[in-house]
T-cell receptor, first 112, second 112 residues
Framework: TQLLEQSPQFLSIQEGENLTVYCNSS?????LQWYRQEPGEGPVLLVT?????EVKKLKRLTFQFGDARKDSSLHITAAQPGDTGLYLC????????????FGEGTQLTVNP | NAGVMQNPRHLVRRRGQEARLRCSPM?????VYWYRQLPEEGLKFMVY????????ESGMPKERFSAEFPKEGPSILRIQQVVRGDSAAYFC??????????FGPGTRLTVT
């Protein structure tokens, strides 16, 4: 059973389109991180959210943490080919200390 | 400003040999985490260490795997008597206190 369900698994869109990636769980998280991973490299931290209902913006990326701290979303506005990559959500459960549980990722391809 | 460093980046071992993976955390970070990414699977937590202490090893296989983070020097993940199923990408992350985790580039272990 996957603790963090990430959807969609694959997403292929045209440059300029908007998209949303979802990360859902039945567990409560003390914090949730979004990472981006390129082939052959380690995950790169994009953002951390810790407060229920929190919204953070990073240029064209908007991250939201659910009110109950069980889910999160990543919205990209006007996607560009440079946004192509594997997007991962990872949560630290309230009962599990510091270890992160990762979703299986969303592979985004933005076509020019 | 060096990030998390891992070496080697690629390691090939024959079945039955030992593999030693090294991780130097970011400057100022005293918390180290090891994760494994099997082919076609997501990142899975293995172990969490602070200097000279193992804090959480709930994700470590019971046999052949060990980890340390000595007072001086890098953290070491050691795999004895490797088997083909150990082939994976092994990622180290570090954090200041137990907050945001920053990942290294990974070590790709191939067991032949």
């Amino acid at each position: 059973t996957q603790l963090l369900e990430q959807s969609p698994q694959f997403l292929s869109i045209q440059e300029g389109e908007n998209l949303t990636v979802y990360c859902n769980s039945s567990s409560v998280f003390s914090s949730l991180q979004w990472y981006r991973q390129e082939p052959g490299e380690g995950p790169v931290l994009l953002v951390t959210v810790v407060t229920g209902g929190e919204v953070k913006k990073l240029k064209r990326l908007t991250f939201q943490f659910g009110d109950a701290r069980k889910d999160s979303s990543l919205h990209i506005t006007a996607a560009q080919p440079g946004d192509t990559g594997l997007y991962l959500c990872a949560g630290a459960e309230e009962t599990s200390g510091s270890r992160l549980t990762f979703g299986e990722g969303t592979q985004l391809t933005v076509n020019p | 400003n060096a990030g998390v460093m891992q070496n080697p980046r690629h390691l090939v071992r024959r079945r039955g040999q030992e593999a030693r993976l090294r991780c130097s955390p970011m400057k100022g970070h005293s918390h180290v985490y090891w994760y494994r990414q099997l082919p076609e699977e997501g990142l899975k937590f293995m172990v969490y260490l602070q200097k000279e202490n193992i804090i959480d090893e709930s994700g470590m296989p019971k046999e052949r795997f060990s980890a340390e983070f000595p007072k001086e020097g890098p953290s070491i993940l050691r795999i004895q008597q490797v088997v083909r199923g150990d082939s994976a990408a092994y990622f180290c992350a570090s954090s200041h206190l137990n907050y945001e985790q920053y990942f290294g580039p990974g070590t790709r272990l191939t067991v032949t």
